[in-house]
């Protein structure tokens, strides 16, 4: 039986893989536009907007589905493999790097990178499984389906830990005909330890980024749990046990029910997409140890927590070049652009999703922080969910700083605004002067890092 292809059995609209290509285009020079693809790749997305809702929602749920892989395919993959293909990404770079960063995707973090002219290496891949009898609103049913799939995956891959996810909130109309694997490394893979050992230069720091976001979860096996919903809009016991935050969502999407049916938690995990798993950096210093690298660790509690810094960080080093730091970018997920917010002289400050507590952490950000151009990107999931802060509320920001734009977003189509996943490069002007800061400097700034 062949081997799937990595690019087929991971999913290439994820964070992981996204921000990979975000980093492994900065080391180039390159911009992230249109989620690095191609013109032609976008030009659907621009033209999405012409078609009306339902039938833009209709082809946003066949196309995340046309990622997955059979149930049937999970016996063929090899996630050594993955590995390869990921550090694959930085094959024609330069020989060597002044360090290396690996753990939890996150987006601020892709900004340090591309300053620093470093590489990142994600622990969690989003593996797709297409299954048509999914139900949003019934995460159990999901669980059953995933312990009957599960265990041929698990089986001829020791080295990682499946997450089983399932958010009927935000991500309603992606698992309408599929189901979420992510998986994480629970060892560093032969192809990480191969790069660590070729392309750092000698006594150069790894870097682990360890978001500590953790979840509840129901534990099927010792290395397989799932998670019911996810971090962004509502909270775990909202997910677990309902709310009127919930029933209301339910009733809007014509559900019949009011809470979702979810399998009892009886255990807590690192967070399926953001959160890192500890058995994963306790082999990164067992190997950094006998190759004389140091590990220096930069931890915080959850996906925004290192933003407001890095942006701190970038409006220093854009005043230090007599450079104007004038204008604040908000990210969304993977509408992100490192060399163009770099070459632009923009701040940015990344967040997980368009929710209210990513509008909180910016409204707490600028309370301190006096900017007279503040323009907001917002990913499109298609769906009113529960939490999300629309359009309207990021508009009230101008109550803390100056203009506030959404300059990739049609409102009046939002949240089913397809075409800003190629229109947000819209938001970020030509420039081409390029920060460039050491990596010594980059984690003595962050004033997080605790070297082991």
Not at 218 to 242: C, M, N, S, W
Not at 243 to 249: D, H, K, S, Y
Not at 365 to 380: G, H, I, K, Q, T
Request: proline residues 8%; negative net charge; glycine residues 8%.
């Amino acid at each position: 039986m062949s081997t799937v292809a990595p690019a087929r059995a991971v999913a290439g609209f994820d964070s992981a893989t996204a921000m990979l290509r975000a980093v492994s285009s900065a080391l180039r020079g390159k911009r992230f536009t249109a989620l690095g693809q191609s013109r032609l790749m976008s030009a659907p997305l621009h033209l999405s907007n012409l078609l009306p809702e339902a039938l833009r929602t209709q082809l946003y749920r066949v196309s995340g589905a046309a990622e997955g892989v059979t149930p049937s395919m999970l016996e063929s993959i090899d996630m050594q493999q993955v590995a390869a293909w990921m550090t694959g990404h930085y094959d024609d770079l330069p020989p060597q790097y002044p360090g290396v960063v690996i753990g939890s995707s996150n987006g601020a973090m892709t900004h340090l990178c591309a300053v620093g002219g470093i590489p990142w290496l994600p622990q969690t891949m989003l593996v797709p499984v297409r299954w048509s009898d999914n139900d949003p609103d019934r995460p159990a049913r999901a669980a059953e389906f995933g312990a009957s799939v599960a265990d041929p995956l698990l089986a001829n891959n020791p080295d990682v830990a499946l997450h089983h996810m399932h958010d009927g909130n935000q991500d309603r109309l992606m698992i309408d005909l599929m189901t979420y694997f992510r998986l994480k490394w629970l060892r560093l893979p032969r192809a990480y330890t191969e790069f660590l050992a070729t392309r750092l230069m000698p006594g150069a720091p790894i870097i682990v980024v360890d978001c500590g976001l953790s979840w509840p979860v129901t534990r099927i096996d010792d290395r397989h749990v799932f998670q019911t919903g996810a971090y962004g809009g509502l909270k775990p016991e909202e997910y677990l046990g309902g709310g009127p935050r919930v029933a209301e969502f339910l009733a809007a999407q014509g559900s019949p029910l009011r809470a979702f049916e979810s399998p009892a938690a009886d255990d807590h995990a690192p967070e399926a997409e953001w959160g890192f798993e500890p058995s994963l950096g306790a082999d990164i210093d067992r190997w950094a140890a006998a190759h004389g690298h140091p590990v220096h660790r930069i931890a915080f509690d959850e996906p925004h927590g290192l933003s407001a810094s890095v942006a701190d960080m970038h409006r220093e080093w854009l005043l230090a070049a007599d450079r104007p730091a004038d204008r604040l970018l908000v990210e969304s997920f993977v509408m992100l652009d490192p060399v163009g917010v770099n070459q632009a002289g923009l701040v940015p400050f990344w967040t997980a999703f368009p929710v209210q507590d990513a509008l909180r952490a910016v409204r707490s950000y600028l309370r301190e922080r006096s900017y007279p151009n503040v323009d907001v990107l917002m990913f499109p999931h298609g769906v009113r969910s529960a939490g999300l802060a629309a359009p309207e509320d990021w508009l009230r920001l101008r109550e803390h700083s100056g203009a506030v734009r959404l300059p990739a977003t049609d409102v009046a189509r939002y949240p089913a605004d397809f075409a800003a996943l190629a229109a947000y490069s819209s938001a970020i002007p030509s420039g081409d002067r390029q920060l460039r800061i050491g990596v010594r400097r980059i984690l003595d700034q962050l004033g997080h890092a605790r070297a082991t």
